[in-house]
């Protein structure tokens, strides 16, 4: 039986998996990160290392019949990072097992449209939008990280809550339930620290990004400024989306549109508000997948060898990822 490998590498965590060809999992292994901006390549090959290892110890049959290798890495956007990762993995597998490395916006949009062409939305701690028209012809909008953009991503959002809570801390604006719940996240009990706090952290987008989930929840309980927040981050989301459109399609094309990352989990908040924004472009269909992104990189993989995708291949991967 054949086999095939799908890597879906975020900035954060790297997971690999192995299917067979009707899309039943027979082995998955997690790691760290393989952004190759931010990751020296020593670190790289030990974190591909590890997985190729893991997976082979957990099925070594599967692990020798595998054809193809699908990656979708964070940070692979030229053609030297491509070359590198590639030669990489190519080591690390059968002799035979053909390698492709491609951004992960690959997995997410392939996660949602099962390999077809569409736009892909992803917006987690960072934010880009992503497309493929039916010509193969890629283009994006935003993605340009946290000091120029990342508009409706977590970090965004994070940013604005904190920004909110410290106005109404002023006096500036009316007062908002974030103020509380940003001083008991960062466990002080005077905003004057919340300065310490996030300056002098090694990472501050890594402390900021977490407030998105207290916007979420002082938006459920009504709040005027989460609220705004939410309402925003619909707008930059739509906008992005119709901008990468009409760069990508024709007016009478129809086009899926994915929603992949932490800030789609609550799927009755912005997707359902993302979509009413949307609504009356009939040439848009949004998508929210049921398969992990790693599953986009299996779809990735087996398209490499023209297999069918189809939904009893989809199902079976759910079932047994």
Excluded at 125 to 147: E, H, K, M, P, Q
Excluded at 251 to 260: D, F, G, K, Q, T
Excluded at 306 to 316: A, K, Q, S, V
Aim: glycine share 10%; charged share 25%.
């Amino acid at each position: 039986m054949k086999y095939v490998v799908g890597i879906d590498g975020g900035g954060t965590k790297t997971v690999a998996v192995i299917t067979s060809a009707d899309g039943r999992v027979a082995a998955k292994s997690a790691a760290g990160p393989v952004n190759p901006n931010v990751v020296e390549k020593k670190e790289i090959h030990q974190t591909f290392f590890e997985l190729m290892q893991d997976l082979k110890q957990q099925n070594n049959d599967a692990f020798e019949y595998l054809t193809s290798l699908f990656a979708g890495i964070s940070g692979a956007g030229n053609d030297k990072a491509v070359q590198m990762l590639t030669d990489m993995l190519k080591g690390l597998v059968p002799e035979d097992t053909v390698v492709q490395v491609e951004p992960d916006a690959i997995n997410a949009l392939y996660s949602g449209t099962w390999g077809k062409p569409g736009i892909v939305q992803i917006s987690g701690t960072g934010s880009i939008t992503f497309g493929i028209n039916a010509d193969g012809r890629r283009d994006r909008v935003g993605g340009w990280g946290y000091l120029f953009g990342d508009e409706g991503s977590g970090y965004d959002m994070g940013k604005a809550g904190i920004t909110a809570a410290l106005k109404a801390f002023d006096g500036r604006t009316k007062e908002t339930v974030l103020l509380e719940m940003i001083c008991a996240h960062f466990r002080i009990d005077n905003p004057y620290n919340l300065i310490q706090k996030v300056y002098a952290s090694p990472s501050p987008k890594s402390e900021i990004s977490p407030i998105a989930k207290l916007v979420f929840d002082a938006y459920r309980q009504h709040d005027t400024a989460a609220r705004e927040i939410i309402k925003n981050t619909v707008k930059e989301l739509g906008s992005s989306i119709r901008t990468l459109k009409a760069k990508l399609y024709q007016p009478e094309e129809a086009v899926y549109a994915v929603l992949c990352g932490g800030v789609f989990r609550d799927k009755t908040i912005l997707p359902d508000m993302l979509e009413k924004e949307l609504q009356n472009d009939r040439q848009l269909t949004m998508v929210n997948p049921e398969m992990a992104p790693v599953g986009g990189s299996i779809i990735g993989a087996l398209l490499m060898e023209n297999n069918r995708i189809d939904e009893t291949l989809i199902r079976n991967f759910i079932s047994t990822y």
